[in-house]
């Protein structure tokens, strides 16, 4: 018997539903909304959820790595109209164990759910899946947590992995983590980045070559396929592979043996290939500008690793991590993150993923100087202003240190509202000015208009440094 969750916000299905479940052995409850659904999984411990697309208050293939992240880890099946391809195909992209088309038949509902529920029961009977070692990867989220217990059930395996993601996402460091902890863990780990070879190199480059192959062939050159042998050979960025090497490294992955350049025998090579790319390789082979069957090799394992924004608290959790590492590198006491500083850390998007997030805790680093806590206004600009924009756009409250809050008893008269606008948007102007016009008073007296004297009163006002002059 297993607990499942139906959340539709047609009563009859939802009866019809529970009906059958109830007939096949299982236990099961609905909702109605997809707020009551999310509550109930986030409460409960079910198997399975059964998932409308369309609900009265949100979209469930929205929802979807929520529920997946519920305690219960649910298998969620979606119920999609008849036709919907679009739905189906995003259905199972973000992560759902199958869809039933409405209106549902007795056959139908029994597969998916039968099957879901055995899936389930098997993984529990084979354990749990021993966790990574030493993978260099900081994260508490939930949506991080699925791809490391993805990495390691696939590090106990030879098959090939894809990695896909944005970039900054961490590929490399599931690659090599992977390698690590596989039986492969002792050989090589190579490393091919594919957008940074020069096509009239790739060749070369992936196969070696002998002596006098080509005009600067001055000597043999053991390619990095063979170099990989006995190890992992990882593939970053494949997208950018030529048309013409995808398809001599097709051959490779079938046979394990290629011809170097020049050369006249085969060369082997047992390695195991990790791939990633932040491209659509679906959309490239569609376009003709990737292979379908090198696809299909690549993607034995497919592990899609989400952006910093859909790790919840992780971005403060590694800002606090990437200061603690910085000051130690730099020989000083390690410093805070202010209450500002944390949320605004919290709030941005990170478009860059954890790439962007490094470099901006050691750009506030550099700008906190002799302050002993990182202070928002440390960020850089760009993430000031974009947060700023945010907040405009949205309607939302400032960060804390930012616009008061709005409740009544902390709602200040309106000219200490008023005066504590102009101060940051002041502050802001200059740390600008300064920038643009390198500290040089004469310039900056030029392009803001001000005069010299009140120039220095408002850089003394809110503690900025310039140049003499």
Known sequence: MAEILIVDDDPMLCTALAEVL????????????????????????????ILDVRLPDGDGLEALPRLRAAPGAPEVIILTGAGDADGAELAIRGGAWSYITKPPTLASIRQPVERAVAYRRTREASGPVPPLKD????????????????????????????????????????????????????????????????????????????????????????????????GTLFLDEVGE?????????????????????????LVESDFRLVAATNRDLEAMTRQGEFREDLLFRLRTITID????????????????CFLERFCRRLGIVVKGMATDFVDAVGRYRWPGNVRELMGAVENALASAEGEPNLLARHLPTNIR?????????????????GTPGLGEAQLPPLAAFRQARVDEAERF??????????GEVPRACAVSGLSRARLYALLKRHG??????
Not at 429 to 438: I, P, Q, S
């Open 22 to 49: 109830r007939a096949l052995g299982h236990a099961p409850d609905s909702a109605r909304t997809l707020a009551r659904g999310l509550e109930m999984a986030e409460a409960g411990n079910y198997e399975v959820v």
């Open 385 to 401: 202003a974009a947060l700023a924009r945010a907040t405009l756009d949205e309607g939302a409250p400032a960060p804390a240190g």
């Open 241 to 265: 592979l030529p048309l013409v090497i995808q398809k001599a490294l097709l051959r490779v992955l079938q046979e394990r043996r290629f011809l170097p350049v020049g050369g006249s025998a």
């Open 305 to 320: 690793l989400p952006p910093l924004c859909r790790r919840e608290g992780d971005a403060v959790l590694l800002a606090g």
């Open 429 to 438: 102007y200059l740390e600008e000015l300064l920038r643009v016009t390198g």
């Open 464 to 469: 900025l440094r310039r140049r003499p002059g």
């Open 135 to 230: 993978t260099g990867i900081l994260s508490a989220s939930r949506a991080m947590a699925a791809c490391l217990e993805r990495a390691a059930r696939a590090a106990r395996t030879d098959a090939g992995v894809l990695l896909i993601g944005a970039t900054g996402t961490g590929k490399e460091l599931f690659a090599r983590a992977i390698h690590a902890n596989s039986a492969r863990g002792k050989g090589p780990f190579v490393v091919v980045d594919c957008a940074a070879i020069p096509e009239h190199l790739a060749e070369s480059t992936l196969f070696g070559h002998e002596r006098g192959a080509f005009t600067g062939a001055e000597r043999r050159h053991e390619g990095l396929i063979r170099q990989a042998d006995g």
